[in-house]
């Protein structure tokens, strides 16, 4: 399997056209994780978000809030369309932070494991 990246030409972002499907699929990173880790969780959130919105992956969420943002900062829509994806934006942003509050504990999880160990 080819596990380097090539930055594209946006920092932070990667080429993924040099990645060979067929070999990558992307299960060891949001998988068992390395060395039979658990896998990175979304955290629970108290008010429920549409399946349609809790069923989407940390990257997926995210890609669809840029567009959101993006049909937003456009100005094209109506006052009516313009509130409906500023609700939606919301409960994409809910969404990657449910995400990023599930890595934050299984990192910490795995400080406060490593201190113990050492």
Same mark, same amino acid.
């Given at each position: ?21 067929? =070999? ?13 880790? !658990? ?6 959130? !108290?008010? !429920?978000? !549409? ?5 989407? @992956? ?14 937003? =900062? ?5 006052? =009516?369309? @313009?509130?409906?994806?500023? $609700? ?20 910490? $999880? ?5 201190? =113990?160990?050492?």
């Amino acid at each position: 399997m080819n596990a380097s990246r090539t930055p594209a030409t946006d920092p932070g972002e990667f080429d993924d056209a040099k990645f060979d499907d067929a =070999e990558f699929d992307g299960t060891d990173i949001v998988g068992a994780g390395i060395d039979g880790a !658990p896998a990175v969780t979304p955290a629970e959130d !108290p008010k !429920p978000l !549409p399946d349609d919105i809790a069923a989407l @992956s940390y990257e997926a969420a995210r890609d669809q809030l840029v567009e959101v943002v993006r049909r937003l =900062e456009s100005g094209q829509g109506g006052l =009516e369309d @313009s509130i409906a994806l500023w $609700e939606r934006g919301e409960m994409l942003a809910r969404r990657c932070q449910q995400w990023l509050d599930g890595a934050r504990q299984r990192l910490d $999880e795995a400080v406060a494991a490593r201190r =113990e160990d050492g």
